[in-house]
C-alpha cells in the first residue's frame, strides 16, 4: 500500500478540526475550523464537481455575480415576513453582524465561488427552512444541506453533534427527527444556494419558499 502523505495530513487536518468543534460546539470559529480543515480535500472537490453539474449553480459562477453588501438598517425597516426582516432580526438576536459572516477572501476559481456562497448563505437557509440556531436546529440544517450539495462539512458536523450528545447522555430523539425532517426538505427541495435571494429580501418568505419547494409554515 502507498503511503500518501498529503492525504495522511489532510486527514489529520480533519480530526483536529472535529476535535476543536467537540470542545466549543457553540462557537462559530470552531465550525470555520471544521470547514477550514476540508479547503482542498478530494471530499471538498467531489462537492465542488457535482454543484458545477447543476445548471444553475454554473450558470451562477460563470456570471461571476455577487450580492450586494448587507445594509442591516435597510433590511430592518423591510416589512414584517420578508426575508430580509426576517435575517436581520435573526442576526441581531444572535449579536452578529453580516461581516462576520462574509467570506472575506477574493474569489479567482469556481471552487471559492462555491465556499463564498456557501458562507454567505448559511443564515439565510436558516431563515427559509425554519431551523432553529439550537443543537436540533443546527444539525437538522445541515442535514438538510448534505442532501441539497453533498456537503462534506455538513458529514462532519452531524457525527459530532451526534457523538457529543451520546457522550453528554443527552436525549437523541430530537436531533434524529431534525435529521430526518432536515434530509426530506433537502431532497424535496431546489438548490437554496444557486439562486439570487439577496436580490429578494423584501419578498414575502410564504413566496420564496413557494418558489423553492420548501413548507410554506416550517418547523424545527
Same mark, same amino acid.
Given at each position: 500500500?502507498?503511503?500518501?502523505?498529503?492525504?495522511?495530513?489532510?486527514?489529520?487536518?480533519?480530526?483536529?478540526?472535529?476535535?476543536?468543534?467537540?470542545?466549543?460546539?457553540?462557537?462559530?470559529? &470552531?465550525?470555520?475550523?471544521?470547514?477550514?480543515?476540508?479547503?482542498?480535500?478530494?471530499?471538498?472537490?467531489?462537492?465542488?464537481?457535482?454543484?458545477?453539474?447543476? @445548471?444553475?449553480?454554473?450558470?451562477?459562477?460563470?456570471?461571476?455575480?455577487?450580492?450586494? @453588501?448587507?445594509?442591516?438598517?435597510?433590511?430592518?425597516?423591510?416589512?414584517?415576513?420578508?426575508?430580509?426582516?426576517?435575517?436581520?432580526?435573526?442576526?441581531?438576536?444572535?449579536?452578529?453582524?453580516?461581516?462576520?459572516?462574509?467570506?472575506?477572501?477574493?474569489? &479567482?476559481?469556481?471552487?471559492?465561488?462555491?465556499?463564498?456562497?456557501?458562507?454567505?448563505?448559511?443564515?439565510?437557509?436558516?431563515?427559509?427552512?425554519?431551523?432553529?440556531?439550537?443543537?436540533?436546529?443546527?444539525?437538522?440544517?445541515?442535514?438538510?444541506?448534505?442532501?441539497?450539495?453533498? &456537503?462534506?462539512?455538513?458529514?462532519?458536523?452531524?457525527?459530532?453533534?451526534?457523538?457529543?450528545?451520546?457522550?453528554?447522555?443527552? @436525549?437523541?430523539?430530537?436531533?434524529?427527527?431534525?435529521?430526518?425532517?432536515?434530509?426530506?426538505?433537502?431532497?424535496?427541495?431546489?438548490?437554496?444556494?444557486?439562486?439570487?435571494?439577496?436580490?429578494?429580501?423584501?419578498?414575502?418568505?410564504?413566496?420564496?419558499?413557494?418558489?423553492?419547494?420548501?413548507?410554506?409554515?416550517?418547523?424545527?
Amino acid at each position: 500500500m502507498r503511503f500518501n502523505l498529503q492525504q495522511r495530513l489532510q486527514s489529520l487536518r480533519m480530526v483536529a478540526g472535529l476535535a476543536a468543534f467537540l470542545k466549543n460546539p457553540t462557537e462559530l470559529e &470552531s465550525v470555520f475550523g471544521v470547514a477550514r480543515s476540508l479547503q482542498g480535500s478530494p471530499l471538498a472537490s467531489q462537492m465542488q464537481r457535482h454543484l458545477l453539474e447543476n @445548471p444553475a449553480m454554473a450558470a451562477l459562477v460563470a456570471e461571476g455575480w455577487r450580492p450586494a @453588501p448587507i445594509d442591516m438598517a435597510q433590511l430592518a425597516a423591510l416589512p414584517e415576513g420578508s426575508l430580509g426582516r426576517t435575517y436581520a432580526e435573526q442576526l441581531q438576536r444572535l449579536n452578529l453582524t453580516p461581516d462576520s459572516l462574509i467570506d472575506p477572501r477574493p474569489i &479567482s476559481s469556481p471552487a471559492e465561488y462555491i465556499t463564498h456562497r456557501l458562507r454567505e448563505t448559511h443564515d439565510i437557509i436558516h431563515v427559509l427552512t425554519g431551523f432553529g440556531i439550537d443543537g436540533p436546529g443546527e444539525l437538522g440544517l445541515q442535514a438538510f444541506n448534505l442532501a441539497q450539495v453533498r &456537503s462534506p462539512l455538513a458529514v462532519l458536523l452531524i457525527f459530532g453533534g451526534l457523538l457529543g450528545t451520546l457522550q453528554d447522555d443527552e @436525549p437523541l430523539e430530537p436531533l434524529l427527527r431534525a435529521l430526518a425532517r432536515g434530509f426530506a426538505m433537502g431532497l424535496e427541495a431546489r438548490c437554496l444556494i444557486t439562486f439570487k435571494l439577496e436580490e429578494g429580501w423584501e419578498r414575502p418568505l410564504a413566496d420564496w419558499r413557494r418558489e423553492l419547494g420548501l413548507p410554506e409554515t416550517p418547523l424545527a
